[in-house]
């Protein structure tokens, strides 16, 4: 069984030292934070080192932190052969917040990419399915139409009064909006 601790050393001895930029490996969601730069290494390590065999890709969860600047894209993996489960965070500045994709080695990424996009504006750089917007290339929107502006999940994001012509929710006229630092 592929315990936290033994994921965190694998990784260790692979890349050196200083692949884990920090390692939280005991509680309910074990996890390390990697850099976006060594991600797609590290993610090939996980899934095809028969010790870790990290074949499934659960989800891409996007958490936005504002006061530290940083988008963060957490994935969580499930080893079946070796009943675990792990977490690994890539941590990336807010104001350009670029991770490579990883749909070619778990191919569910393609789809978790384009919303953690939709939704926090993470550009998963080689992803297989992009656009081009104001010289920006993306993933191609999941969920929301493609002129949508701003990105809903960022703690600052100000929901629009309306869309083309379709009013938002009468509940924002007494809905206050936390003062998140910018």
């Known amino acids: 069984m592929a315990s936290p601790v033994?994921?965190?050393?694998?990784?260790t001895q692979a890349f050196g030292p200083g692949v884990l930029l920090e390692a939280?490996?005991?509680?309910?969601?074990?996890?390390?934070?990697?850099?976006?730069?060594?991600?797609?290494?590290v993610a090939e390590l996980?899934?095809?080192?028969?010790?870790?065999?990290?074949?499934?890709?659960?989800?891409i969860t996007g958490?936005?932190?504002?006061?530290?600047?940083?988008?963060?894209?957490?994935?969580?993996?499930?080893?079946l052969t070796q009943h675990a489960e792990f977490c690994v965070k890539v941590a990336v500045e807010r104001t350009q917040p670029a991770i490579p994709s990883v749909a070619a080695i778990w191919p569910?990424?393609?789809?978790?990419?384009?919303?953690?996009?939709?939704?926090?504006?993470?550009?998963?750089?080689?992803?297989?399915?992009?656009?081009?917007?104001a010289g920006v290339t993306h993933p191609r929107r999941i969920l929301l139409p493609d002129d949508w502006q701003g990105f809903p999940l960022r703690k600052d994001y100000e929901f629009p009064r309306e869309y083309q012509g379709i009013p938002g929710s009468v509940e924002l006229d007494w809905v206050q909006k936390p003062n998140y630092p910018k």
């Not at 033994?6 to 990784?11: D, N, T």
């Not at 939280?24 to 290494?41: C, D, K």
């Not at 530290?68 to 993996?77: E, K, N, S, T």
């Not at 939704?119 to 081009?132: A, C, M, N, Q, S």
């Open 6 to 11: 033994a994921v965190a050393e694998v990784l």
């Open 24 to 41: 939280h490996l005991e509680g309910s969601h074990p996890h390390v934070v990697v850099a976006a730069a060594v991600w797609p290494q």
């Open 46 to 59: 996980l899934k095809n080192d028969p010790r870790l065999d990290f074949a499934m890709l659960r989800s």
């Open 63 to 79: 958490l936005d932190y504002p006061q530290r600047q940083q988008i963060v894209a957490a994935y969580d993996l499930l080893s």
């Open 108 to 133: 569910a990424a393609d789809w978790h990419e384009r919303e953690a996009y939709d939704l926090f504006g993470i550009i998963f750089t080689g992803h297989p399915d992009v656009v081009t917007d």
